[in-house]
Structure formats: structure tokens, C-alpha cells
């Protein structure tokens, strides 16, 4: 094709004209005009990199599907990936880089509660912006932490009055790994067994990672109780629930009842060691609706991988994206703080149903459920709450919808005494 | 209490199956085989693969992951090993070295998943073996509900101990691994071929990780980490029970597994593992050499 001398002189001058009034764009940082960059910060390597892949895909795969559909405002969302290596000294490094040196105005990541809590005093330091896609244990109260994944009201509050009123069990054997997460979900849940008439008659603990679950499954034979209620984490799960088995243990006499087991899990260890024992979460790959499966479809597509399995934390990891799109549409401006303000009680039809940011303190509302496993290593959402329920991050401590201790002015930390 | 001295029985039997292979290589070689986890890891992936791609049950995997850990045993003796023979720190280095490498390659799928292909049963994710059916649940035995698998892993440990101490003992290969343990120089002035020994040792050695990652996968979760824990505590058995000595190995993880089972029904696990360190340490500071060294001159 011939180059028409006159449309080249225009174009030119075009061109020319767009460089010379551009630095001003240019020169504002990191938001180079037309894109908005983003922290992306998972492990990729180490123990964690099993759950942790998942969650990073996820969260690439929202980021793309936002700009296949045109993006942030017309700008596109650039994601600066980075490894968290498994170990919260590495994530602190790698938060300081992207906040620092990249001057993102907002990072998406951690799995584990020791992750978050080594990355927080960056993003508190520098007035950044973290979303945490996991359930956690609650008991935090950051103005830079966004948190989608349930805290512990949103996993038992529907799950023990469940266990003693329509399983009519009431005797719980309460064991877990031995962190924080297991230790306050059990503090949560004996206040809960209390006021609903049930009793505990044990809280025990094995190493995180531990595999050799001999002795514990055999007290728990010999204990007495009539259900299980299980926050073992990681792959721990998968040896603990084979062990029960093969001692002769069967859930539809003795219910393992757990917070954390899920479609990972069961697909590890093999959807015939967990048939009938029930877990609670606000997302399960099975949940029947048109915009889940479609979701899952993407998924295993994105990945590659036809028989990829979806869960609460992963879900999560998604959704967020596109709850910080809405807040980055919203915000007058991309900084972290007008992000923050403008996620305030912002609303999304995520695969779990309706999810909405708390204005006050930044959890998520989210739909608790129950499911009992499957032979095919799928859950049977056999209850769920009607509607999104409020996130209660102090519930252990006495908080209540009506008496919050997070809210958007901060922990009030003369309630937290009381109790 | 019968329920607990079996459960007690079969950690020690766990243990002495990844021991097994150590108490040679470390034991008869003088190597310290940071790999030796590694090839526990992959006879477990021997198992999930086999499962997967030639529909076969653990039983087909034994030997199956025997010859896989073996040779590529074989292929470390050959390469690395070999070269550090005396060298006992450098043994460490080098072969986690090679422990990280195994690792990684079976987490990116020997480099695969760059290029955007998957290998079921590889990659970075949980594995899952199933166990045939006549393998899950109980029998009762005795009154006392035993769990099968364990009593599974019981009878293979029990049946490779014996099968190694035939080959140490009995054979002219084990003769020549024992000559060459008491001293090498003098057994290749003898007409021992050192190197070729050894290198089947090692082989010996690396194929019984192997075999204990066949039992492993049935009730312990698959995953690319899984044998760096389990190496620890082969180290611990055997140190405690005596460098080079078959015998050694079996009280120690049998003393070290009930141990473990009764203080872990009397209190909990977690005390119990501290018990466990505890009880080792104190028999090397009062049994160095362990609690069946072999006497020399």
C-alpha cells in the first residue's frame, strides 16, 4: 500500500502533537496512561503453592476478563505477579516491593493468616490497599485490609445450631491443627455449643502438616462424643479422614463435621473416605446456578485443566477483583485510599450468590452453607441461609450486628476488654 | 490398650520403612542421603501414575517403584555420588541438591508446564491413590478392631526387613557390602569391585525409599513435599539405633513408634513428638555410636 503523502504528514503531526502534550500522563508513576497496575501476591513455590496457584489464577483470570471487557474506565489492568515463596518473610519483601517500588495502589493476596499478618504493617505503613481472599479467624480490624473470604461467624453460626438441632448430635470432639485459625474457630464454636445446649468434651490439637493420625482417631473412638467437628487444615485433612475410615469410623454414625475441608481435599484423598461427613462455606463447587457453572467452565479453561476443582477461597479471589473494578470505576481518583472509600458497601453477583463489603469494617457479606460430600467428591448443599449474612470479625469476643466492635472509626478496644 | 500398642507397632513400622533404605546407604555407604525423602516422594508418584495412565492397584506399584527409585538411584550413585565417597558433609550438599531438583521437576512436570502442558498426576497439586476396598476399614482381631491398612504396612516392612537382612547376610553382594563397611581399602585389596558394590548399595537402598512411597501414598497425602519430613525421622532411627546396623534400625523404630503411641494416648501428639526427640537425644549423649554399634578394632 502506498503511503498518501498528506494523510502521513497529518498523522504525523497527529502523533507528534499527542507526545508533546502526553508527559504530564506519562510521568504520573505508576499509572501509565491507559492501564492501572495491580499486585498480584501468592505463593507459587513451597508447601502453600498447592492452594495458592489456584487462588493466583483465579485472580488472573478476573483481571483478564475485566479487560477483555474493556477494563478499569477505559484502562486496562496490568497484574505485577509476585511469589510469596510459602514463607511470610518473603511476603513482607515482596509487599514492600510492589507497594514501594511499583507504587501499586492496591495488592491482591495471601492464604494464610501468617502471610496477611507479615504483609499488614506495609500496607498500614504506606496507606495501601490489600484484598484477602481467604476465611480467616476474625479478630483483625484493618482500615487497609479489604477481607472477602467468611470469618468465623459465617462458617458456624449456621453450622453448630445445625449440627445439635437437625442432626441431634450433641456431644462435639473438637479437634484441629495447632495455630490460630483452629484455635479460635474452637472458641467460637464452644460459645456456640454452649448456647444451643450441646457439650464439648475435648479440644485437641496436632502439628500443622501432621500426617500420622493413629492416635488421635482412636481417642476420638474411645471419647464418647457423637460428632467431629474438624478445623484440621491442609494436608493433614486428607491423612485424617483416611485414618478415620480405617479404624472403622463411618459418618453416618459419627459425623465429621469440618470448616475447612474442601473440593481439594476430598479430591486428594478420595471422595469415598468423606462420603457423608459435612462441611460448612459460603461457596461449594456444586452450588446450581447458571453464573457457578459457567464460572467453573472458565476456570478449567483458563487453566487448562478440564477436571480443575473450585472452592470458597478461590471463589473469593475472583469475586474481589471485580468488587475493587467497581470501586476503581466509582473512586474520583486511583489512589489507595479513594479505592477504599469507594469499596464501601459495594455489591456483586459473585458464583456464590449476592456478596456486599461491610462499610464499616471491610469484611464481606456472604451466604453461609452446609454441604454433605458426595460419592463424587462433590458437595450437596443440604442448607443455606436465605440471604447474605453480616461478617462479625470479634464474634468470639461478644460481638453482635447490633453491637459492633469494627467499625469504619476503628477496633473499639473498651469492648474487647469487657469481655 | 491392645488398639494402642498397635497403633504404637505401626509407627514404628512407618518408620523403619523409610529407614530401611537409609540405614544402607547412610548405615553401609557413609552417605547422607538428603535425597532418600525424594525417593519415597517418587514411589508414591510411581503409584498415582501407574494408578492413572496403567490402571494398575498399589500391589502392581511395589515393584513397579522399586525399579523407578532403583535406577534412578543407580543414576545419582553414577553421577554425584560417586565423586564424594569420604566426603560425608559434601554427600549432604550435594544430594539435597538433587532433592530440590527432584521436587521441582516433578512440581513443573519436568519443565512441561512452561509450554502449557499438564501431565495428570503431576504438577504441583495433591495426588490422590485409592486403596482396594478388602484394604479399608478394620478387622477384629483378638477383640481389638485393627485397621487393615496399618496392618498392611506391618506385613511389608516386616517382609522387606527380612529381605534385606538376607541379602546383608546372606548373600555374596551383602557379604561384600559388609566387608566394604568395615573397610573399604582392605576389601578392594581383597578383589572386591568397591565402586560396583556400592552402586548397587545405593541402588538397594534408593529402591526401598522407593517401596515406603508405595505404602506412604495409601493413607499420607501425594504431594511434591511429602518426603522432606519423613527423611528426618529415618535419620533419627537410624542414628539411635547404630550406624550399619540392620538390627539396630528395627528396635530403635520400634521402641521409638511406641513410644510415640503411648505417650500420644496419654496426653497428645504433640508431646509425644517432643518425648520422641527427647528419648533420642538422650541415647546419643549416653550411646553415641547408638544401641547396636558395630564393635571394630
Given at each position: 500500500m502506498a503511503i498518501d503523502r498528506r494523510r502521513f504528514l497529518r498523522n504525523g503531526l497527529l502523533v507528534g502533537s499527542t507526545v508533546i502534550t502526553s508527559p504530564w500522563v506519562f510521568q504520573t508513576g505508576a499509572q501509565a496512561a491507559g492501564e492501572i497496575k495491580v499486585g498480584v501476591l501468592f505463593s507459587?513455590?513451597?508447601?502453600?503453592s498447592i492452594i495458592e496457584k489456584s487462588l493466583h489464577d483465579a485472580t488472573m483470570m478476573a483481571i483478564s476478563e475485566i479487560n477483555a471487557s474493556g477494563g478499569v474506565k477505559g484502562m486496562k489492568i496490568v497484574a505485577i505477579a509476585e511469589d510469596g515463596a510459602s514463607d511470610p518473610k518473603t511476603y513482607n519483601e515482596k509487599a514492600s516491593k510492589l507497594v514501594?517500588?511499583?507504587?501499586?495502589?492496591t495488592v491482591f493476596g495471601s492464604y494464610t493468616s501468617a502471610s496477611r499478618k507479615a504483609v499488614l504493617p506495609v500496607f498500614e505503613k504506606r496507606n495501601n490497599l490489600y484484598f484477602y481472599p481467604t476465611y480467616y479467624e476474625g479478630f483483625e480490624c484493618s482500615k487497609n485490609v479489604v477481607y472477602t473470604g467468611a470469618v468465623p461467624n459465617q462458617q458456624l453460626s449456621n453450622f453448630i445450631p445445625w449440627i445439635i438441632?437437625?442432626?441431634?448430635?450433641?456431644k462435639f470432639f473438637i479437634v484441629g491443627s495447632n495455630y490460630i485459625y483452629p484455635r479460635e474457630m474452637a472458641k467460637v464454636s464452644k460459645i456456640l455449643i454452649e448456647k444451643n445446649g450441646g457439650e464439648w468434651i475435648a479440644d485437641e490439637y496436632l502439628e500443622l502438616?501432621?500426617?500420622?493420625?493413629g492416635s488421635m482417631v482412636n481417642k476420638i473412638k474411645g471419647s464418647g462424643c457423637d460428632v467431629v467437628l474438624s478445623n484440621v487444615v491442609g494436608d493433614s485433612v486428607v491423612a485424617f479422614y483416611r485414618e478415620y475410615k480405617n479404624q472403622g469410623l463411618t459418618h453416618d454414625k459419627l459425623p465429621i463435621c469440618a470448616t475447612v475441608t474442601s473440593e481439594i481435599e476430598i479430591a486428594a484423598m478420595g471422595a469415598e473416605y468423606a462420603v457423608g461427613s459435612y462441611t460448612s462455606f459460603?461457596?461449594?463447587?456444586?452450588?446450581?446456578t447458571d453464573i457457578n457453572k459457567a464460572f467453573v467452565e472458565r476456570y478449567r479453561a483458563f487453566v487448562k485443566d478440564p477436571k480443575a476443582v473450585t472452592h470458597h477461597a478461590l471463589e473469593s479471589s475472583y469475586f474481589q477483583v471485580f468488587l475493587w473494578k467497581q470501586a476503581a470505576e466509582k473512586?474520583?481518583?486511583?489512589?489507595p485510599v479513594a479505592i477504599r472509600e469507594a469499596v464501601k458497601g459495594q455489591e456483586f453477583d459473585a458464583p456464590n450468590g449476592h456478596v456486599k463489603i461491610d462499610p464499616?469494617?471491610?469484611?464481606t457479606y456472604l451466604t453461609p452453607r452446609i454441604a454433605q460430600w458426595l460419592p463424587d467428591g462433590q458437595?450437596?448443599?443440604?442448607d443455606a441461609y436465605k440471604e447474605p449474612t453480616i461478617p462479625l470479625p470479634y464474634v468470639a469476643y461478644g460481638e453482635t450486628p447490633t453491637n459492633l466492635f469494627c467499625t469504619s472509626k476503628g477496633l473499639e478496644t473498651a469492648k474487647l476488654n469487657k469481655t | 490398650m491392645l488398639e494402642v500398642l498397635f497403633i504404637g507397632l505401626s509407627l514404628g513400622s512407618i518408620l523403619l520403612l523409610v529407614a530401611l533404605g537409609l540405614a544402607i546407604?547412610?548405615?553401609?555407604?557413609?552417605?547422607?542421603?538428603?535425597?532418600h525423602g525424594e525417593m519415597v516422594m517418587i514411589g508414591a508418584y510411581v503409584t498415582v501414575l501407574s494408578g492413572i495412565w496403567?490402571?494398575?492397584n498399589i500391589f502392581v506399584a511395589i515393584p513397579l517403584a522399586f525399579i523407578v527409585t532403583a535406577l534412578l538411584g543407580l543414576l545419582i550413585e553414577r553421577v554425584v555420588v560417586r565423586r564424594l565417597y569420604g566426603r560425608l558433609l559434601d554427600t549432604l550438599l550435594a544430594t539435597w541438591g538433587i532433592a530440590i531438583l527432584i521436587q521441582q521437576a516433578v512440581r513443573l512436570e519436568f519443565g512441561l508446564s512452561f509450554f502449557g502442558i499438564h501431565i495428570q498426576g503431576l504438577g504441583p497439586g495433591l495426588q490422590n491413590v485409592s486403596v482396594p476396598e478388602y484394604l479399608q476399614g478394620t478387622i477384629s482381631i483378638g477383640g481389638a478392631d485393627i485397621n487393615r491398612y496399618r496392618l498392611f504396612i506391618i506385613v511389608v516392612t516386616a517382609i522387606l526387613a527380612l529381605a534385606t537382612w538376607f541379602i546383608i547376610y546372606r548373600t555374596i553382594m551383602g557379604t561384600q557390602v559388609r566387608a566394604i563397611i568395615r573397610n573399604p581399602k582392605m576389601a578392594a585389596a581383597c578383589g572386591i569391585d568397591v565402586t560396583r558394590v556400592n552402586a548397587l548399595t545405593f541402588a538397594l537402598g534408593s529402591g526401598l525409599a522407593g517401596v515406603a512411597g508405595v505404602m506412604m501414598s495409601g493413607f499420607k497425602t501425594v504431594f511434591p513435599d511429602m518426603g522432606t519430613p519423613m527423611v528426618v525421622d529415618g535419620f533419627l532411627v537410624v542414628v539411635m539405633g547404630g550406624v550399619g546396623s540392620l538390627l539396630g534400625s528395627v528396635f530403635s523404630a520400634g521402641i521409638l513408634g511406641e513410644i510415640n503411641g503411648l505417650v500420644a494416648a496419654a496426653t497428645n501428639d504433640i508431646l509425644a513428638r517432643a518425648v520422641v526427640f527427647g528419648v533420642v537425644i538422650a541415647i546419643i549423649i549416653l550411646k553415641p555410636k547408638g544401641l547396636f554399634a558395630l564393635k571394630g578394632r
Open positions: 507459587l513455590t513451597g508447601g502453600l514501594i517500588q511499583d507504587k501499586v495502589p438441632k437437625t442432626l441431634g448430635k450433641k502438616g501432621h500426617s500420622e493420625w459460603p461457596y461449594f463447587q456444586a452450588i446450581d473512586a474520583a481518583e486511583i489512589t464499616d469494617n471491610l469484611h458437595g450437596k448443599i443440604i | 546407604t547412610y548405615g553401609a555407604m557413609g552417605v547422607i542421603n538428603m535425597a496403567l490402571g494398575t
